[in-house]
């Protein structure tokens, strides 16, 4: 008996091992999304320079219906977005204008990646 109970529990710590390692492979926490951290974003001394740029050019703002957050996907269709200039920092990251707010977007994932406040 005591050898069919030993010889079960050796089975599921066989099978459940590997689930265990596989559930933790995906875990993020505390870390910011992966774009952020392989991009360059605009300094914080640059940002009302580059707030003040945006509203020169006078970019057509988008509207959805949903807040502007991080994270937030834009529609494939609609939404133009821009270079930021150089003269702000070199970044793989483009700008637009959301319900108002200057964002940038990763381009591939339209994903915002920041809020320019």
């Given at each position: ?66 807040r502007v957050v991080v994270g937030t996907t834009l529609p494939e269709a609609g939404v133009t977005y821009y270079d ?34």
């Open positions: 008996m005591r050898n069919r109970i030993l010889a079960l529990a050796a089975l599921a710590t066989a099978i459940g091992s590997p689930l265990a390692a596989q559930a933790q492979s995906g875990v993020t926490v505390g870390r910011a999304p992966a774009s952020v951290d392989s991009a360059v974003t605009i300094a914080a001394e640059q940002r009302p320079a580059f707030r003040e740029y945006v509203v020169q050019q006078r970019v057509p703002p988008f509207s959805i219906p949903d930021v200039p150089q003269r702000f920092g070199a970044t793989t990251y483009r700008y637009t204008v959301v319900n108002g707010e200057t964002v940038l977007v990763e381009p591939r994932s339209r994903r915002i990646v920041e809020v320019v406040d």
